[in-house]
């Protein structure tokens, strides 16, 4: 049976004209009262928290690592004389310095050791616990959110990429668009797929958000060429939009699985990840002081370093924080150590936090949702412990 998010993408590739481009993600948007900006960037493949954000000062790190992670000696940026920047992200050193960038160092999802990056998707993007079966779990917590808001409203509902954002499924509504696709239908062929989709609720209901790209006339974004156009363009389709009626975008980077030659593995991803940032603060412009971007990933990677000069899946991960409505320029939450009896299963940076309480309160802050609601139903049984006071 042909599924709706396929129908979809027949229709923008088929009955339409869609630009080809093999990094084209999905990226989804959620109006919503107020000013204030969220922006979740969903990290796939793992990223190696303890390479973004190298814990130096940690003794044991360098019996963990030997080549990977070794603070400002490899040419990281000195933070805070405990935690060094990777290299490969110098160019957001403005933002850290100007209070606009920050770091939970040691969190996790419930997610525990199965490793599956599928799974620890899943749970990322559904932020619920270990209670329910996976495939039982149908919406995604920015979803959740959504249905406590009540003058919460969609711009349109349709989706167009590869990446499925299962953080904004759900009965409320949401909009998702990818750049660089083009839309046309003629008023023929709209005719056709109107009497192909009259009997069936189904596609009747994916057809007329198909309708809806067509009315809502979003062109194609455009941005110069290299490495990171991909990100960029992400990055600039969701400020056009948070500058409009928006308020809520996430969209995904990928390319962080690292078990071997992990330096040049991370370049690319970090490359695009530091991209994306500083294109959201440049086309937000006075609107990035109203804003709070979450880069989260589903799992860290092992402390030790392997025998490939890389790392495996593991358990503690590290939140990347940004945007001018933070309070940043520090490392949020406690930290574990990296002491062989500190160690998660003896392998992996211990978790010291759920990375949902992280998410719970910059919402609770940014859209005053009341900690009840955060915690029984957009984040189900969720402890949110403090307010660790993301926002400045």
């Known amino acids: 049976m042909l599924s709706r998010r396929l129908f979809l993408k027949s229709t923008a590739l088929i009955g339409c004209s869609a630009a080809a481009h093999p990094l084209l993600n999905s990226i989804a948007f959620a109006s919503a009262p107020g000013e204030n900006r969220l922006v979740v960037i969903i990290l796939r493949g793992a990223m190696d928290g303890l390479d973004v954000f190298q814990p130096y000062g940690d003794p044991a790190l360098r019996q963990l690592r030997r080549a990977l992670s070794l603070g400002p000696d490899q040419g990281a940026l000195d933070l805070?004389?405990?935690?060094?920047?990777?290299?490969?992200?110098?160019?957001?050193?403005?933002?850290?310095?100007?209070?606009?960038?920050?770091?939970?160092?040691?969190?996790?999802?419930?997610?525990?050791?199965?490793?599956?990056?599928?799974?620890?998707?899943?749970?990322?993007?559904?932020?619920?616990?270990?209670?329910?079966?996976?495939?039982?779990?149908?919406?995604?917590?920015?979803?959740?959110?959504?249905?406590?808001?009540?003058?919460?409203?969609?711009?349109?509902?349709?989706?167009?990429?590869?990446?499925?954002?299962?953080?904004?499924?759900?009965?409320?509504?949401?909009?998702?668009?990818?750049?660089?696709?083009?839309?046309?239908?003629?008023?023929?062929?709209?005719?056709?797929?109107?009497?192909?989709?009259?009997?069936?609720?189904?596609?009747?209901?994916?057809?007329?958000?198909?309708?809806?790209?067509?009315?809502?006339?979003?062109?194609?974004?455009?941005?110069?060429?290299?490495?990171?156009?991909?990100?960029?363009?992400?990055?600039?389709?969701?400020?056009?939009?948070?500058?409009?009626?928006?308020?809520?975008?996430?969209?995904?980077?990928?390319?962080?699985?690292?078990?071997?030659?992990?330096?040049?593995?991370?370049?690319?991803?970090?490359?695009?990840?530091?991209?994306?940032?500083?294109t959201l603060k440049e086309t937000l412009a006075e609107n990035w002081g109203r804003t709070t971007v979450l880069a989260m990933t589903e799992f860290g990677r092992t402390a030790r370093e392997n025998g490939t000069g890389g790392t495996d899946h593991g358990t503690g991960g590290a939140l990347l924080l940004a945007g001018g409505a933070i309070r940043g320029g520090r490392a949020i939450g406690a930290w574990p150590g990296l002491a062989e009896g500190d160690l998660y299963a003896g392998r992996d940076l211990m978790p010291m936090r759920d990375i949902r309480a992280y998410a719970a309160w910059a919402m609770r802050d940014l859209f005053d949702i009341h900690r009840d609601v955060l915690s029984g139903s957009v984040f189900p049984d969720l402890d949110m412990g403090d307010n660790p006071g993301i926002l400045a």
């Open 80 to 278: 805070d004389g405990y935690f060094a920047l990777h290299p490969a992200l110098a160019d957001l050193m403005p933002l850290w310095r100007a209070g606009e960038l920050a770091f939970a160092p040691a969190v996790s999802t419930p997610y525990r050791d199965k490793r599956s990056h599928f799974d620890g998707q899943d749970m990322l993007e559904a932020g619920t616990g270990t209670d329910l079966d996976l495939r039982q779990q149908r919406d995604g917590w920015l979803n959740r959110l959504l249905q406590h808001m009540p003058d919460a409203r969609s711009q349109t509902a349709y989706s167009v990429g590869l990446d499925d954002m299962r953080i904004l499924d759900g009965p409320a509504a949401a909009s998702s668009w990818a750049p660089e696709t083009r839309l046309r239908l003629s008023a023929q062929g709209q005719r056709l797929l109107e009497h192909v989709w009259h009997d069936d609720p189904l596609f009747q209901q994916a057809g007329g958000q198909a309708i809806e790209i067509i009315r809502s006339e979003i062109g194609p974004v455009e941005e110069e060429g290299g490495p990171t156009r991909d990100a960029r363009l992400l990055a600039r389709f969701a400020a056009d939009r948070l500058n409009d009626e928006t308020r809520i975008a996430t969209f995904s980077i990928s390319g962080w699985d690292s078990h071997a030659r992990q330096p040049r593995v991370m370049k690319k991803p970090l490359a695009r990840l530091s991209a994306a940032i500083l």
